[in-house]
């Protein structure tokens, strides 16, 4: 079957790094994707990795291994507002999006 | 402009009713779907339409029956609701590049109430 690990809950504090991991097992891989989804809200996409190594966006970077089938989000210089669950997704081989059941990250001050 | 808009954002009605809740987005994607999201928090898809035709149809009770009547438009009717129900209904959207129909743009969501 097609199976997708995040861990389920992270704490971190403000002004800190975190890396949040996910592993997948899919038939096949078309891309990754790492989504945020801040409470009673919806999922807004934030980065896609297609090939090996690092992608940054500001303080928000993505890695992804393909042949490890594994990838994080790192999050720097963390912000209260950080605060959220973070969903990673992959397109198999018939460009159908699987979905983790997404690790909620907790900001102390 | 909302890119994605779904209405209404809440719903609250009791066991066997039906109810329906539509979806509009004016982003000109070709892909359009509805996913399910429970109390704990998984996100599962259940309908997936491309240029108003039916491509993913999960296995989803055949009490829920989507309709779209054009390729920015995809309603969601649901027959005879149950407790089960209760749940966030997201609509969204993908671009027409296969290489980005992972980069779903949601609307804000449906919370489902069945009491």
């Known amino acids: 079957g097609q199976n997708i690990d995040q861990p389920t809950e992270m704490t971190a504090t403000e002004g800190a790094i975190v890396q949040i991991n996910c592993t997948y097992q899919?038939?096949?891989?078309?891309?990754l994707f790492w989504y945020q989804q801040h409470a009673g809200e919806a999922p807004t996409f934030l980065s896609y990795n297609v090939l090996d190594g690092l992608e940054e966006k500001g303080r928000f970077s993505s890695f992804l291994s393909r042949s490890k089938g594994y990838s994080y989000l790192l999050l720097k210089e963390l912000q209260m507002k950080d605060s959220a669950s973070y969903l990673c997704?992959?397109?198999?081989?018939?460009?159908?999006?699987?979905w983790g059941a997404g690790t909620k990250l907790i900001i102390k001050p | 402009d909302t890119a994605v808009s779904q209405t209404p954002k809440y719903l609250v009605t009791q066991m066997g009713n039906d109810k329906s809740i539509k979806c509009e987005q004016n982003?000109?994607?070709?892909?359009m779907y509805w996913y399910k999201q429970d109390s704990k928090k998984f996100l599962k898809i259940m309908f997936s339409?491309?240029?108003?035709?039916?491509?993913i149809n999960e296995t989803v009770p055949n009490r829920f029956s989507p309709k779209s009547p054009d390729k920015a438009h995809l309603n969601l009717h649901i027959n005879s609701l149950e407790l089960g129900d209760s749940a966030v209904y997201f609509c969204?959207?993908?671009?027409?590049?296969?290489?980005?129909?992972?980069?779903?743009?949601f609307g804000e969501g449906s919370r489902l109430t069945v009491l």
């Open positions: 899919t038939s096949g891989f078309n891309g």
């Open positions: 969204a959207s993908s671009p027409p590049d296969r290489e980005f129909i992972g980069e779903l743009f």
């Open positions: 339409y491309n240029n108003k035709e039916l491509i």
């Open positions: 997704a992959v397109t198999d081989s018939n460009y159908q999006l699987i």
């Open positions: 982003l000109g994607h070709d892909t």
